[in-house]
């Protein structure tokens, strides 16, 4: 190849080449850029053939070798689009950028989205955004105007160019005091929501691929939005009837398309809001679920995680058949508490009790004396004495008082932690990658640094790295690094924790059987942990994330490799050894991948990432520039829609939720958490719907075990950030019993 940007062509990809081409003249100038690519021809030779500028054959032999026949497509890249989707604009704005970015510039945001930066900045303009942020209260442009403060879905209703959407503001009291879901988790959710809710259309031609970028791009009517003002002779018999006592004496609000009024029998005093027809339905329910996310995490996560599943299964029905789903209210529960022996000193009963506060607070992310008595089972003078103890060490903070729910009595006053009361470090070492995160008691990133892995390197200059970079973010942090706990160390298994070394990982030989947490602690000085990748990542994920309220739940981690940890009856279980969940040998059964002797052999989809990009280049997919394939690179043709890059993952993804279907089983648990860098915001909604379908369809107890699978919080920074928490898991969650894979 001559130019960077040359690639070769297989028989069936000319052939279709040819053929999208054949009999358009506006295509042949694209036609020719390919086929000079192909014979080898410099990007200079092919400008000069074709008359064209090298910039524009450069950017089309880009595109084409990033997605295809996708690629060659016209995008408009300035001016007003046919139609914008203003919706979804203001969706990806809650939902942010990617890090280190908080939040988005309005040029790097109409790139993304595929609009005109004039374009993208009226819409900011109409929705009072500035500097990337909305204001708050959201003000929804309806008719009436409707402002959400802390808006709750309540049900969603779609049948051909009608549908409605019912919300309404959770009661400040209600609010749990927890904080917001983090900019990852909110992306993550971003993408994965409005893929699978673009399956909810009357027009089953559409793509199902198709992503947020190219609903700007088209002309064509969105199937739910207000492009007719009215939509006579709509029977009202196939109009839900309103029916959830649950939601009684709450003030709704119902937001219409297509001049549908709504369900029938609501309770009087409801609001009816006409959508504009620059607002579509699916990008409507999406944003609400980011404002939602934004104030009420916990019982949002467990609404939209519904929600998807109710939108997986209308994708299966007729076409033309109505899409409902109504919001089943659950209260978010106090963590059940572990039956405990009686017999053990008066020292370690303070200590087991106080540990209990904590994890109680931690939980809910502030609760007032009371609710501590009330939710751990302490007497109130037991609380006060605790309590007082940890004001008065500053490991709790006193928020301001807050009024009983009956507005009577002595105002309340919620207890919270001091997020720079202690701090940890994580150390995610992988074949490819060493991160170091370094994060506070409330589980906020305060310093992330990453490092890149040589093919077969020793250990001694990665441990000279963690080692420097360690004590850099400690200095960085001030005072708070001067309250740091310890570290924890996630690496890929199988591992000796009671030694401390790794035996013989996959995918990095020259890492085994060395003394990494020895030699970690002698260089840092301070306590290390040494958990294997996916534990960490369960763990992380039941401190700070998704699986913080429940005390039986199953992390299926998708990285290099692939593994799984499992938080049973309110503890991380590691088994003897610390090696539980060894995922690669129940999946290689579960899909009778065995050696001759009936022993499990290695399977290639338990490698997600390498098998996702193997699969995409033996379906015909070629990277761009020198023609590399990456796993970045397949996630983005997926995104748009390639289906060479979403057959791939899917067949991935399809292997590996059998072996989940085995961890389902195996552990009896009625959720599922999937996470980890191979689960990227693109391709997220891939996973878990072949996740949830596995689970959901082959286990023996799937009548009395629906099980929910739901993305992590955490995700590629999961294991990284699920060590450090593991630090506070040792020291702060209430047992009595040590931890046994650290060293002082």
Known sequence: MNGPTGFS???????????????????????????????????????????????????????????????????????????????????????????????????????????????????????????????????????????????????????????????????????????????????????????????????????????????????????????????????????????????????????????????????????????????GWAATVCLIAQLELRHQPQPARVALDSLAEAARAHAKTAPGTPFWWLRQERQVAAPRRDSVHRAFDQLALGSFNEKLVIESIRVAGSLSRVEIAERTGLTPQAVSRITRNLLTTRFLVADERRPTSQGMGKPRIPLRLRPDAACAIGIHIDPQLISLELVDLCGNVRAQRSFPVAEGSDPDPYLKWMTETAAQTISAVGPLGTKLLGVGVAAPGPLDVHEGVLLNPPLWAAWGEFPLRAELNRRLNVPVLLEKDATAAAIGERWLGTGETSTDFVYLYLGAGAGSGAFLNGDVFRGASGNAGEFGELTAYAVDHVTPEGGPRMVPECAPMSAVVEQARAGGLTGPDDGTLSYDAVCTAAAVGDPRAIRAVRNVARVVARGAVAMTDLYDTDLMVVGGPAVRPEVAELYLSETSEAVNRYPMARRVRPVRVTCSTLSASAAAVGAAAGVFHMIFAPRLRTHSSTTT
């Open 9 to 279: 062509l297989t028989d069936d990809a000319l052939e279709e080449v040819t053929a999208w081409a054949a009999g358009r003249e506006d295509r042949a100038v694209r036609l020719g850029i390919v086929l000079d690519a192909a014979a080898g021809l410099s990007v200079s030779e092919s400008a000069r053939g074709l008359g064209v500028s090298r910039p524009t054959v450069t950017a089309w032999r880009k595109r084409y070798a990033a997605r295809g026949l996708a690629g060659l497509e016209h995008q408009p890249r300035s001016g007003r689009p046919a139609r914008i989707d203003e919706a979804d604009v203001m969706a990806a704005t809650l939902a942010g950028p990617p890090a280190p970015r908080r939040t988005w510039s309005a040029r790097s945001l109409a790139d993304y989205l595929g609009l005109s930066h004039t374009a993208l900045g009226r819409v900011w303009q109409r929705w009072q955004v500035r500097h990337g942020a909305a204001t708050e209260p959201v003000a929804l442009p309806l008719d009436p105007v409707l402002p959400c403060h802390r808006p709750m879905l309540l049900a969603a209703w779609a049948a051909d160019d009608t549908g409605f959407v019912v919300l309404t503001d959770a009661e400040a009291r209600a609010r749990p005091h927890t904080k917001a879901a983090t900019a990852e988790e909110r992306q993550m959710r971003y993408a994965a929501l409005t893929a699978v809710m673009r399956q909810v259309r009357a027009d089953r031609e559409d793509r199902p691929g198709a992503t947020g970028r190219e609903r700007h791009e088209t002309g064509g009517r969105s199937p739910l939005n207000n492009s007719r003002p009215e939509t006579p002779g709509i029977p009202i018999r196939t109009l839900p009837a309103w029916n959830a006592p649950q939601w009684a004496g709450r003030h709704l609000h119902v937001l219409t398309w297509g001049g549908v009024e709504g369900p029938t029998g609501l309770p009087d005093g409801a609001v009816r809001h006409a959508v504009p027809s620059s607002m």
